[in-house]
RNA sequence: UGCCCGGUAGCUCAGUGGCAGAGCAGGUGACUGUUAAUCACUUGGUCGCUGGUUCGAUCCCAGCCCGGGCAGCCA
């Protein structure tokens, strides 16, 4: 007999005669006379309640049915006589697939994140932990919808690479050299030639440039893939291994960019909201008090536009004692992107137009202003409680002005001679961004730690599982 | 990497320079169309590790290990 989902038995319209599910207890509750197991198998939040009673033949079994245990039940789909669920299941048959003893470490009661990091294996089982990965699957779902309904392409760029995208990070190495006895040039360097490449290799760090390529082709293309960064970060929102997605949109600025990465944030919490209703409001419950409200903030509202010459203005106008005092040229620090879009617009803002000096070689130099500053053409999109979700920019097109920043970077042309040449032939204005998946399901879901919204956490120090 | 906080039962935590505690989970029994059910009884400990101070250290001190928060790096 074919499996019925706990999700599909819920959204019943009628009782059905016969039903067959598989799934995992959550808990049971015996009385003299019948038990009532909560079945749980994945498909929704709640769980269904399945009651078996004491003169069915199967129900010793049940006494084997601990939290944990995954069991398989045939029955009838009834109407709840108990309140707290409109469906029910009638056992007519009860069978424990495999025990759960004691030992099982998810108990009804509520735990710590932190202890559940421990247990990943174990943790999907779990109400939030299921829930947040239900989301997940959803909102990547969402994201290919996103860019195919207009016309963009997916491109697979290639998770070993040879160049480094200036400054997005340190790399992990890529490597099949014995690291004992490394092949040596004479100089007594590994020599790198006799790898497997034949040069240095390693993780990608972005897929930016190679998705520059495919957009001067495809026109408008994304990629989303893993990515790696080797930076002994230790905060809430940083993987080493992390997701990424990267549109790169030709014929396009940063005003049409910016446009780009607001409808697509809007557009993925939209679907959510539509396709993870249980889900979300299971978060507002008990993750985060303010998470949907914020969330239809967001899609109602307009997100705020500011130049990076305005956020220092506004910054220092402010008041406040910052602990890192801003002046035109630093970098924003986290204390400042936080008051900006918590504080003082209390939505989500993009910053645009950044000083020239402290941002990567690819983006495109303005004009400069009245005092003789130079920007380029970058946009952060900043949003409440996490930050930094986008950061994306229009690339220099003009092959000298490339050139140039390149030689202020101390950057050699060689290994970029593809890059340039995008600039030599049939160069067009071209912009796009990264999104970084985690951190926007950490927004959508309200979790707070980058550590709970990926399946298993690469972070220093820790690659269990 | 820097600064800060923590590590006591399977889990969440309390506690004390002198016999190691509670709630939940597990076990036994009772009871009830129950909903993190309830009630009674009950099993369960290298108090992170190493060393030091002390008659005596889970407690005080030092080092180390592990976890977390914040900052930097960025998505």
Redesign the pocket.
Known sequence: MQRTLVKTAHDATGPMDAIFLQGWVR????????S?V?LNDGSSLKGL?I?VDASLADYPQV?RA??GASVEVHGQLVE??????KW?V?ATQFKVVGEA?????L??????L??L??IAHLRPRSNLFGAVFRVRSRLAYAVHQFFQERGFHYVHAPIITASDAE????MFRVSTLDPKSPPLTPEGAVDYAEDFFARPTFLTV?GQLEAEIFACALSNVYTFGP?F?A??????????E?W?IEPEVAFCDLNGDMDLAEEFVKHLIRDVKTHCAADLEFFGKFVDKELLARLDFVLEKPFVRCSYTEAVEILNASGRQWE?PVQWGD?L???H??YLTEEHFKCPVTVYNYPRAIKAFYMRVNAPDAQGRETVAAM?LLVPGI?????GSQREERLDVLRESMARHGLEEKPYWWYLDLRRYGTVPHAGF???F??MLMFATGV????DVIPFAR????AEF
Do not use: C, W
């Not at 808990?27 to 019948?34: E, I, S, V």
């Not at 003893?101 to 470490?105: A, E, K, L, R």
């Open positions: 808990t049971r509750r015996d009385a003299k006379a019948f009532f909560e309640q009651v006494a601990h939290t709840s006589k108990g309140s707290g669920q029910e009638v003893d004691g030992t099982y470490p108990q009804k009661k509520g735990h710590t932190e202890f990091r421990e400054g997005a990070g340190e972005s990515t960064r930076e002994n970060s230790n905060t809430s929102r940083h993987a080493a992390f990424m890192h970098n620090q986290a204390e992107e936080r952060d930050g930094e979700i986008i950061g990264g999104l970084g985690e951190r707070a730690n980058i550590r972070t220093p120090g820790t």
